[in-house]
T-cell receptor, first 112, second 110 residues
Framework: DAGITQSPRHKVTETGTPVTLRCHQT?????MYWYRQDPGHGLRLIHYSYGVKDTDKGEVSDGYSVSRSKTEDFLLTLESATSSQTSVYFCAISEAFTGELFFGEGSRLTVL | GENVEQHPSTLSVQEGDSAVIKCTYS??????FPWYKQELGKRPQLIID?????GEKKDQRIAVTLNKTAKHFSLHITETQPEDSAVYFCAAKAGNMLTFGGGTRLMVKP
């Protein structure tokens, strides 16, 4: 498996609280992504990064922000969590923009 | 933006039979079509991909076909085995975005 880890793996929080998920890679891949997975919706792209400090929005970016201050770390922040953000979040990395995605193990977030 | 429809949402086959999963996409600019397999509780993993200049690609028991005119592509699994049981996702890439289908849960009955 590619060297990619997510933390925390599980989190339960309350509506209105801030949450940060961390993705760490040891592969030195340029591209990093955050997806959310919900039943019937497949995987939907939240944000992605194509380099340090270079990020862009995906298809479901509202309510989320990201930061990438180092090649190896990509943070996803929910400024004020809502119940609709209860989901499994996957980080992914790729070496090329049109290439294989390597996924992390996922972070299950429950917002009460 | 791109829209990817995947059918069926669930598929049950007997061990040894073939399974076919179909996807359609909306953006004619899409040029990369990967398939991912996700076993229960695990992360998605790439099993095969195809690019727009190729009509068919095979890798042992799995194959993918692409019809750019009709904007659809399919995954074919032959001689299915219990370990093929998983959720399969198709995806299409146009520009900067890789858009996934909703997934197909494949169950292979021994």
């Amino acid at each position: 498996d590619a060297g990619i880890t997510q933390s925390p793996r599980h989190k339960v929080t309350e509506t209105g609280t801030p949450v940060t998920l961390r993705c760490h890679q040891t592969e030195n891949h340029r591209y990093m992504y955050w997806y959310r997975q919900d039943p019937g919706h497949g995987l939907r792209l939240i944000h992605y990064s194509y380099g340090v400090k270079d990020t862009d929005k995906g298809e479901v970016s509202d309510g989320y922000s990201v930061s990438r201050s180092k090649t190896e770390d990509f943070l996803l922040t929910l400024e004020s969590a809502t119940s609709s953000q209860t989901s499994v979040y996957f980080c992914a990395i790729s070496e090329a923009f049109t290439g294989e995605l390597f996924f992390g193990e996922g972070s299950r977030l429950t917002v009460l | 933006g791109e829209n990817v429809e995947q059918h069926p949402s669930t598929l049950s086959v007997q061990e040894g039979d073939s399974a076919v999963i179909k996807c359609t996409y909306s953006d004619s600019a899409s040029n990369y079509f990967p398939w991912y397999k996700q076993e229960l509780g695990k992360r998605p993993q790439l099993i095969i991909d195809i690019r727009s200049n190729v009509g068919e690609k095979k890798d042992q028991r799995i194959a993918v076909t692409l019809n750019k005119t009709a904007k659809h592509f399919s995954l074919h699994i032959t001689e299915t085995q219990p370990e093929d049981s998983a959720v399969y996702f198709c995806a299409a890439k146009a520009g900067n975005m890789l858009t996934f289908g909703g997934g197909t849960r494949l169950m292979v009955k021994p």
